[in-house]
């Protein structure tokens, strides 16, 4: 329909899961999350685990395009407190501190994703997009 794409999940030998994830009007299209699962046991578990991320990291990205930027915030921090270096969720992090601009916290924390993954271009870009943003002006609490 256009408002949900279908993630599935599948590895020989495992049985392949199948999660609807809503689309995204920004932002990156590809997510990636890995899973660890053991060969032979039931993954229903680790499936569960995966959507419940997958679902909050989509709930937040709603709730920050309603700019309902609290509510996707609590929403982040069900992931990063699982996931503390899941680059997506630290760049989405990041571009809600943006969306407010409140430049040094999303420097923060995109430099926090690039931390996690060093070829995210999304973080690379938004970083040097606020540096241009803020111009030559000193960091807060300095004189220039």
Same mark, same amino acid.
């Given at each position: 329909? +256009?408002? *949900?794409?279908?993630?599935?999940?599948? @590895?020989? +030998? *495992?049985? $392949? !899961?199948?999660?609807?994830?809503? $689309?995204?009007?920004?932002?990156?299209? &590809?997510?990636?999350?890995? &899973?660890?699962?053991?060969? +032979?046991?039931?993954?229903?578990?680790?499936?569960?685990?995966? #959507?419940?991320?997958?679902?909050?990291?989509?709930?937040?990205?709603?709730?920050?395009?309603?700019?309902?930027?609290?509510?996707?915030?609590?929403?982040? /921090?069900?992931? &990063?407190? !699982? *996931?503390?270096?899941?680059?997506?969720?630290?760049?989405?992090?990041?571009?809600?501190?943006?969306?407010?601009?409140?430049?040094?916290?999303?420097?923060?924390?995109?430099?926090?994703?690039?931390?996690? /993954?060093? @070829?995210? /271009?999304?973080?690379?870009?938004?970083?040097?997009?606020?540096?241009?943003?803020?111009?030559?002006?000193?960091?807060? +609490?300095?004189? #220039?």
């Amino acid at each position: 329909s +256009g408002e *949900y794409f279908t993630l599935v999940v599948s @590895q020989k +030998g *495992y049985v $392949t !899961e199948k999660i609807p994830v809503p $689309t995204t009007r920004y932002g990156t299209l &590809v997510t990636q999350f890995d &899973v660890a699962m053991k060969k +032979g046991e039931d993954h229903a578990k680790e499936t569960r685990i995966a #959507k419940e991320i997958l679902d909050q990291l989509f709930i937040a990205q709603k709730f920050a395009l309603t700019k309902n930027y609290d509510q996707a915030q609590v929403a982040l /921090d069900k992931v &990063v407190a !699982e *996931y503390p270096e899941f680059p997506r969720a630290l760049s989405l992090r990041a571009s809600i501190y943006f969306m407010q601009k409140n430049w040094d916290e999303s420097l923060k924390w995109y430099a926090k994703a690039l931390a996690a /993954d060093p @070829q995210m /271009d999304d973080a690379v870009k938004m970083t040097a997009k606020i540096k241009e943003l803020q111009g030559n002006r000193a960091p807060a +609490g300095k004189l #220039k």
